[in-house]
Nanobody, 121 residues
Framework: QVELVESGGGLVQPGGSLRLSCEASGSIFSIASMNWFRQSQGKQRELFATSISGGNPSYAVSVKGRFTFSRANAKNAVYLKMNSLKLEDTAVYYC???????????????WGKGTLVTVSS
């Protein structure tokens, strides 16, 4: 059974930094993409950073230049370094992966439970 576990959320002041981690555990054959979503209160969940097949990540305009997405393929882990945090970055941050557990299986989407990031003075 595949599980995605995020860590690293918390309270930070505007302009501060945080680093989120997400590790995928379980039997994994192939990962097509690993992604970060976030959901602010009253808003839809949004995709803001994605890495397809281990390639260079792409970012939403709202975080580009401030957030850095990196992968540790040997660990099936991804990281999100968030700098220059703003009040509007407050959200629950979710790790998401599209992967297969066996060669004959289709790619399926998996979600972590989320970690709360609060930016407040």
């Amino acid at each position: 059974q595949v599980e995605l576990v995020e860590s690293g959320g918390g309270l930070v002041q505007p302009g501060g930094s945080l680093r989120l981690s997400c590790e995928a555990s379980g039997s994994i054959f192939s990962i097509a993409s690993m992604n970060w979503f976030r959901q602010s209160q009253g808003k839809q969940r949004e995709l803001f950073a994605t890495s397809i097949s281990g390639g260079n990540p792409s970012y939403a305009v709202s975080v580009k230049g401030r957030f850095t997405f990196s992968r540790a393929n040997a660990k099936n882990a991804v990281y999100l370094k968030m700098n220059s945090l703003k009040l509007e970055d407050t959200a629950v941050y979710y790790c998401h992966a599209v992967l297969s557990v066996r060669p004959e299986d289709p790619m399926l989407a998996y979600w972590g439970k989320g970690t709360l990031v609060t930016v407040s003075s």
